[in-house]
């Protein structure tokens, strides 16, 4: 992910120009305004010298659109640090030998922060901030990547000959070091292959919940549906190595690579040419009241390769904490009341959900539970979070969209009949009693997937192909003869209307 430094050049836009005290304050509000294009950047190391090599073949204009209109910004222009343009070319896709260019950013354009002769947005130097195009995100490597994880779907004779040839593969062909769990090695089919044996003893194993291997792996390499990347992403509550997803499973909206070339896609990964999204991931922390229970954490590591759950003996609670892909789901559990639980945002109780409970779910998790729930599908390059009923029992509960940068607390209604149930990515399946809370907002580590073309691409291609989004039978067309009499017909009704 790449680092920048924003630096205002309101005074280069200026320079050299007759302006008027007006407009000159309007120019330097434009150039301090948040994400303004006046905001050139200083890159680290590497990108400067990719972005020099790009500007000696294809040369960049930059403009600032609020001081200079149409004058564009050649690279002579004397401006500090290096500006990145707004619209940058993706690298050819992998899956494709065409080159592929955006003709503009993914991010919506600066708003204008003055209203009307007198009004404007008050300034804050400390909140400016500026946020990498979407479309440019590319895989890059600081060094050469040496250890992959392979995460194959347990108990699927049908992975078995795939998993072989990826393995062999990397370890014979790349010379890399190959991490898998544990129970993937004792499946009977692979324990019996003596010609896989030699292979075999090359691995890594780990076990969940046991090992924390999140320091030691450079790749992952999903081989199954969904439900693998969601168990990969479980793996690191911290940073994430990038994720390349075959689609070997069921539904596999979220894995966009074919298995049959994998070959020279693995190849172009390692050498970093890639595009990759940044799912957001939710931080839940779950806070619980012990009960007098004691909790057993095998080898001093809680589940997912965490330290184990803050245990506070003041006031008797105990914090849990995940790192969520799709979503965080509240029900009713094995009830057969209706749950009762409140929404609190940032602090400001917003609503009750009386129903079968509530979903907050990722822009990613948007097309999973969310959407048979009523839910719209959200882009994963849109920064927000979600919160869905299920079967709520009342006729204007809609699902909304809220900024990611908000916090969420769900705690039971003191009126509550019943407890409550809650999961994480369908797992770690949990009661929450009356004095527990949930807390959950957007965690500041998500997971970077590779993309077979580019994110809007991959994701449209999902849309079409796994949930056939938009499917209906075309409307046929009228012939000579009936447009002629749908003509005539619509001349007789104007006469008879005169």
Same mark, same amino acid.
């Given at each position: 992910?790449?680092?920048?430094?924003?630096?205002?050049?309101?005074?280069?836009?200026?320079?050299?120009?007759?302006?008027?005290?007006?407009?000159?304050?309007?120019?330097?509000?434009?150039?301090?305004?948040?994400?303004?294009?006046?905001?050139?950047?200083?890159?680290?190391?590497?990108?400067?010298?990719?972005?020099?090599?790009?500007?000696? $073949?294809? /040369?960049?204009?930059?403009?600032? %659109? $609020?001081?200079?209109?149409?004058?564009?910004?050649?690279?002579?222009?004397?401006?500090?640090?290096?500006?990145?343009?707004?619209?940058?070319?993706?690298?050819? $896709?992998?899956?494709?030998?065409?080159?592929?260019?955006?003709?503009?950013?993914?991010?919506?354009?600066?708003?204008?922060?003055?209203?009307?002769?007198?009004?404007?947005?008050?300034?804050?130097?400390?909140?400016?901030?500026? &946020?990498?195009?979407?479309? %440019?995100?590319?895989?890059?490597?600081?060094?050469?990547?040496?250890?992959?994880?392979?995460?194959?779907?347990?108990?699927?004779?049908?992975?078995?000959?795939?998993?072989?040839?990826?393995?062999?593969?990397?370890?014979?062909?790349?010379?890399?070091?190959?991490?898998?769990?544990?129970?993937?090695?004792?499946?009977?089919?692979? @324990?019996?292959?003596?010609?896989?044996?030699?292979?075999?003893?090359?691995?890594?194993?780990?076990?969940?919940?046991?090992? #924390?291997?999140?320091?030691?792996?450079?790749? &992952?390499?999903?081989?199954?549906?969904?439900?693998?990347?969601?168990?990969?992403?479980?793996?690191?509550?911290?940073?994430?190595?990038?994720?390349?997803?075959?689609?070997?499973? %069921?539904?596999?909206?979220?894995?966009?690579?074919?298995?049959?070339?994998?070959?020279?896609? @693995?190849?172009?990964?390692?050498?970093?040419?890639?595009?990759?999204?940044?799912?957001?991931?939710?931080?839940?922390?779950?806070?619980?009241?012990?009960?007098?229970?004691?909790?057993?954490?095998?080898?001093?590591?809680?589940?997912?390769?965490?330290?184990?759950? #803050?245990?506070?003996?003041?006031?008797?609670?105990? @914090?849990?904490?995940?790192?969520?892909?799709?979503?965080?789901?509240?029900?009713?559990?094995?009830?057969?009341?209706?749950?009762?639980?409140?929404?609190?945002?940032?602090?400001?109780?917003?609503?009750?959900?009386?129903?079968?409970?509530? &979903?907050?779910?990722?822009?990613?998790?948007?097309?999973?539970?969310?959407?048979?729930?009523?839910?719209?599908?959200?882009?994963?390059?849109?920064?927000?979070?979600?919160?869905?009923?299920?079967?709520?029992?009342?006729? %204007?509960?809609?699902?909304?969209?809220?900024? $990611?940068? @908000?916090?969420?607390?769900?705690?039971?209604? /003191?009126?509550?009949?019943?407890?409550?149930?809650?999961?994480? #990515?369908?797992?770690?399946?949990?009661?929450?009693?009356?004095?527990?809370?949930?807390?959950?907002?957007?965690?500041?580590?998500?997971?970077?997937?590779?993309?077979?073309?580019?994110?809007?691409?991959?994701?449209?291609?999902?849309?079409?192909?796994?949930?056939?989004?938009?499917?209906?039978?075309?409307?046929?067309?009228?012939?000579?003869?009936?447009?002629?009499?749908?003509?005539?017909?619509?001349?007789?009704?104007?006469?008879?209307?005169?």
């Amino acid at each position: 992910m790449s680092c920048f430094v924003p630096i205002c050049v309101w005074s280069l836009c200026t320079q050299g120009r007759k302006t008027s005290p007006e407009e000159t304050e309007h120019r330097r509000r434009q150039c301090f305004s948040d994400r303004s294009p006046c905001l050139p950047t200083v890159e680290t190391e590497h990108e400067k010298v990719n972005m020099s090599k790009a500007q000696s $073949a294809d /040369p960049a204009s930059y403009r600032c %659109s $609020a001081c200079h209109g149409d004058e564009d910004w050649g690279p002579n222009h004397p401006i500090r640090g290096r500006a990145k343009s707004r619209s940058l070319s993706a690298s050819p $896709a992998l899956a494709s030998t065409k080159e592929f260019r955006r003709t503009r950013s993914l991010h919506g354009p600066c708003p204008v922060t003055t209203f009307g002769p007198k009004a404007c947005v008050l300034q804050n130097p400390q909140t400016i901030m500026h &946020i990498q195009d979407p479309a %440019s995100q590319r895989l890059t490597w600081n060094k050469s990547p040496k250890s992959v994880l392979v995460v194959k779907k347990i108990r699927d004779a049908s992975l078995l000959q795939p998993f072989k040839e990826l393995c062999v593969y990397l370890m014979e062909e790349n010379n890399m070091i190959v991490y898998v769990e544990k129970k993937v090695l004792e499946d009977p089919a692979i @324990v019996s292959d003596d010609n896989f044996g030699p292979v075999k003893k090359k691995f890594c194993t780990f076990r969940e919940d046991y090992d #924390d291997i999140s320091n030691q792996i450079d790749f &992952i390499i999903c081989l199954g549906g969904d439900g693998t990347l969601l168990y990969a992403s479980s793996l690191f509550q911290g940073s994430v190595p990038p994720v390349m997803a075959f689609h070997l499973g %069921s539904l596999g909206f979220l894995t966009p690579f074919n298995f049959e070339n994998f070959q020279s896609q @693995v190849t172009q990964v390692i050498q970093g040419n890639a595009a990759v999204v940044l799912r957001s991931r939710l931080k839940v922390r779950v806070v619980k009241e012990l009960r007098g229970k004691k909790t057993a954490v095998p080898n001093g590591v809680s589940e997912n390769g965490v330290l184990p759950a #803050d245990l506070d003996a003041e006031v008797g609670k105990q @914090v849990m904490q995940y790192q969520v892909l799709n979503e965080v789901v509240i029900d009713r559990g094995p009830s057969s009341y209706l749950s009762n639980v409140d929404v609190y945002l940032d602090g400001h109780l917003i609503t009750t959900v009386q129903g079968d409970g509530v &979903i907050v779910s990722t822009p990613t998790g948007s097309t999973a539970y969310a959407a048979a729930a009523g839910a719209s599908m959200i882009h994963p390059n849109v920064p927000a979070i979600m919160i869905t009923p299920i079967c709520p029992h009342s006729l %204007s509960f809609r699902p909304i969209v809220v900024p $990611a940068g @908000v916090e969420l607390k769900i705690m039971l209604s /003191p009126e509550a009949r019943n407890t409550a149930w809650v999961s994480f #990515d369908g797992r770690k399946r949990q009661e929450i009693r009356h004095g527990d809370s949930i807390s959950i907002t957007t965690s500041c580590y998500p997971l970077p997937s590779i993309c077979v073309r580019d994110p809007v691409s991959d994701w449209f291609e999902s849309l079409a192909q796994c949930l056939h989004w938009n499917v209906r039978k075309k409307q046929a067309h009228f012939t000579e003869e009936e447009e002629e009499e749908e003509g005539a017909g619509e001349g007789e009704e104007e006469e008879g209307e005169g």
